[in-house]
């Protein structure tokens, strides 16, 4: 395949209407999804991607009921503790990028400890986005280069300058945004960093994207025409 992204960034959207759909509760939605996380992170290995990184819980997604929240979380754990091998074999590093201190001690010494297993991996990078918003990034940026900087420091600061200061630092900007279910917004996603990105939209939902949906994507991407505002 050529022109493959080097970034691809998913919104992990739909369990809940795949759940319903089947007459069951959300949570099994989450659950299967957790199987299209594994098939999607093997198709971006075997596809060359450098970067797959997934929205997997927003900040705003705290509000839904508590017990769905739970499940989430319990569902993050398990998922950390069944693909420790799976990614050691493919050569995966694992990140998680957010607001970690709304998450359990529990879950962030299981974060912390599977960070290291796979730190030296380098074939590809697994971002997975947990409590995480665009504005609450943006923000926390600028609270940090204020702190750092000064206010003359941060006068000074260009675009590049203030993007090592968001969560995101050092990993390049997502190439490709997909989101799966037919929704066609960013729900606060990576505001900053989709300055350039190309978007497509897949109405399949979450729990049923699986390879040949994600080539397809990948196919999708390399038609596209990326100007950055130039002519070309
Ligand atoms: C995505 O599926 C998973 C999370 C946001 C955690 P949803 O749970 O949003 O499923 P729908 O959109 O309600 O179908
Ligand atoms: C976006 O999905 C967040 C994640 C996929 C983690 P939501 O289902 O929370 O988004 P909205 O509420 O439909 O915009
Ligand atoms: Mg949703």
Same mark, same amino acid.
């Given at each position: +395949?050529?022109?493959?992204p080097?970034?691809v960034?998913i919104i +992990?959207?739909g369990n809940?209407?795949?759940a319903?759909?089947?007459?069951k509760e959300r949570?099994?939605?989450h659950?299967a999804g957790? #199987?299209?996380?594994?098939?999607c992170?093997?198709?971006?290995? #075997?596809?060359?991607?450098?970067?797959l990184?997934?929205?997997?819980f927003s900040?705003?997604?705290?509000?839904?009921?508590?017990?769905e929240?739970?499940r989430l +979380?319990?569902?993050?754990?398990?998922a950390?503790h069944?693909e420790?091998?799976t990614?050691l074999d493919?050569?995966?590093?694992?990140?998680?990028l957010g607001n970690?201190?709304?998450l359990s001690?529990?879950?962030?010494a299981?974060?912390?400890?599977?960070?290291e297993k796979?730190?030296?991996?380098a074939r590809?990078?697994l971002i997975v986005?947990l409590?995480?918003?665009?504005?609450w990034?943006?923000?926390?940026?600028?609270?940090?280069?204020a702190?750092?900087?000064?206010?003359e420091?941060?006068?000074?600061?260009t675009?590049d300058?203030?993007?090592?200061?968001?969560v995101?630092?050092?990993i390049p900007?997502p190439?490709?945004?997909?989101r799966?279910?037919?929704?066609?917004r960013?729900?606060?996603?990576?505001?900053w960093q989709?300055a350039?990105?190309?978007?497509?939209?897949?109405?399949?939902?979450w729990p049923?994207?699986r390879k040949?949906?994600f080539?397809a994507a990948?196919?999708?991407y390399?038609g596209?025409?990326?100007?950055?505002?130039k002519v070309?």
């Amino acid at each position: +395949m050529n022109n493959v992204p080097q970034h691809v960034s998913i919104i +992990m959207d739909g369990n809940g209407r795949w759940a319903k759909a089947r007459g069951k509760e959300r949570v099994y939605g989450h659950v299967a999804g957790v #199987e299209s996380v594994r098939a999607c992170t093997e198709a971006a290995v #075997e596809a060359g991607v450098k970067y797959l990184s997934l929205y997997a819980f927003s900040e705003e997604n705290w509000n839904r009921p508590e017990a769905e929240v739970n499940r989430l +979380m319990e569902l993050m754990m398990e998922a950390i503790h069944n693909e420790v091998k799976t990614l050691l074999d493919n050569g995966v590093r694992f990140v998680v990028l957010g607001n970690r201190a709304r998450l359990s001690a529990s879950l962030n010494a299981a974060i912390d400890a599977l960070m290291e297993k796979t730190a030296a991996c380098a074939r590809m990078t697994l971002i997975v986005f947990l409590s995480y918003s665009g504005q609450w990034d943006i923000l926390q940026a600028v609270k940090k280069a204020a702190a750092e900087k000064g206010p003359e420091g941060v006068q000074a600061m260009t675009a590049d300058d203030f993007a090592g200061y968001l969560v995101t630092a050092g990993i390049p900007d997502p190439d490709l945004l997909i989101r799966t279910s037919g929704e066609q917004r960013i729900s606060n996603y990576l505001l900053w960093q989709c300055a350039y990105t190309e978007f497509v939209f897949s109405d399949v939902l979450w729990p049923d994207f699986r390879k040949p949906e994600f080539r397809a994507a990948l196919e999708t991407y390399a038609g596209r025409d990326r100007r950055y505002g130039k002519v070309k």
